[in-house]
């Protein structure tokens, strides 16, 4: 068996357990600087009273070729799908639909998996008040994450 359907699975399980904290940093960075990507890192993971809690930043369209291009360069980081390169990821935020979709790349030791999710169960504007109603149970790991924000 190939070693990257196993990578999908577990990205994939990671992906629909966090997406309402994804998707709730997607409409707030949407809405506090426009288009953007999500970076996730699953390296050096928090641990604390309500469990893991990962690295997640924002990255702005404005910012997003010069963060790629310094990101993606370094010696130690491979991009997964390698005919996803950072033409291909611009270009999908450039046209994505922040209130049905959202771009979110997933790094996991020295590979980064690029993601371009569409057809959520949940859209990033309902996970955002969905996070919202339910602020005390977020608000350790979302106000990490907003500390984060890159702009």
């Given at each position: 068996m190939?070693?990257?359907?196993?990578?999908?699975?577990?990205?994939q399980?990671?992906i629909?357990t966090?997406?309402?904290?994804?998707?709730y940093?997607?409409?707030?960075?949407?809405?506090g600087?426009?288009?953007?990507?999500i970076?996730?890192?699953?390296?050096a993971?928090?641990?604390?009273?309500?469990?893991?809690?990962f690295?997640?930043?924002?990255?702005?369209?404005?910012?997003?070729?010069?963060?790629?291009?310094?990101w993606?360069a370094?010696?130690?980081?491979?991009?997964?799908?390698?005919?996803f390169?950072?033409a291909?990821i611009?270009?999908?935020?450039?046209?994505?639909?922040?209130?049905?979709?959202?771009?979110?790349l997933?790094?996991?030791?020295?590979q980064?998996?690029?993601f371009?999710?569409?057809?959520?169960?949940?859209?990033?504007?309902?996970?955002?008040?969905?996070?919202?109603?339910?602020?005390e149970?977020?608000?350790?790991?979302?106000?990490?994450?907003?500390?984060?924000?890159?702009?």
């Amino acid at each position: 068996m190939s070693e990257v359907p196993d990578q999908l699975d577990w990205q994939q399980d990671f992906i629909a357990t966090n997406l309402l904290a994804i998707g709730y940093n997607a409409w707030s960075g949407y809405l506090g600087g426009g288009r953007g990507a999500i970076i996730c890192s699953t390296n050096a993971p928090a641990v604390g009273i309500a469990g893991e809690s990962f690295r997640t930043y924002f990255i702005q369209r404005s910012r997003l070729a010069a963060f790629l291009n310094a990101w993606l360069a370094a010696p130690d980081t491979v991009i997964l799908r390698h005919h996803f390169m950072n033409a291909h990821i611009l270009e999908a935020v450039d046209t994505y639909n922040p209130t049905t979709e959202l771009v979110f790349l997933l790094e996991s030791f020295n590979q980064v998996t690029f993601f371009y999710l569409r057809n959520l169960p949940i859209t990033p504007p309902q996970c955002y008040e969905q996070v919202c109603k339910n602020w005390e149970e977020f608000q350790p790991v979302i106000c990490e994450v907003q500390k984060q924000v890159v702009q």
